[in-house]
């Protein structure tokens, strides 16, 4: 038991036990709030750590929890870092974000981007983590993969 723990990202292993057996825990609104604050404050150099949420009919993906600077509400599959992760179903990893094109600006001190999609097993598209830093090439193949294993764990509790 102990090695398959080993195996699951300590930032999972936190939402998980942030969520499970919680009177909340079957609040969809309640685990993405708590998912955002688990990683803002557990990963460095964040300036912005949210959720967009597909929205099907205004086919828009839709800011929810998040914390950061106030940002840009309603962004369109293929705008964006957000957009093209959302619609291409992979991760995107952004080193300087001023290299980007069609990047948008929600807060001019982020300087790198991860944005990881939410898809169900089953294949419905649920919308986007999307993570900035104030520093270049701040996120790593391997935050790539432990943040797509948290956000496998986080579809556990807001998709049923």
């Known amino acids: 038991m102990l090695e398959e723990q080993n195996r699951v990202p300590l930032i999972s292993q936190l939402l998980e036990t942030w969520i499970q057996g919680e009177v909340s825990q079957n609040y969809q609104l309640a ?10 404050q557990n ?5 912005w750590v949210s959720f967009y949420l597909y929205d099907e009919e205004s086919d828009k993906l839709v800011v929810g929890p998040f914390l950061g600077k106030p ?8 705008s964006g870092v957000v957009g093209k992760a959302f619609s291409a ?3 995107i990893i952004v080193s300087d ?7 948008i600006v929600c807060d001019p001190e982020s300087k790198s981007e991860i944005v990881v999609p939410i898809i169900t097993r ?22 790539q993969v ?7 764990t986080l579809l556990e509790y807001v998709y049923k």
């Open 31 to 40: 685990n993405y709030s708590n998912a955002a604050a688990i990683l803002f």
């Open 43 to 47: 990963m460095k150099q964040l300036n």
């Open 71 to 78: 940002a840009v509400a309603l962004i369109s599959p293929e």
């Open 89 to 91: 179903q992979k991760t």
């Open 97 to 103: 974000v001023h290299s980007f094109s069609g990047h």
């Open 122 to 143: 089953d294949g419905k598209r649920l919308g986007v983590l999307d993570i900035d830093s104030p520093e270049l090439n701040r996120f790593t193949l391997e935050d």
């Open 146 to 152: 432990s943040l797509e294993h948290f956000v496998q």
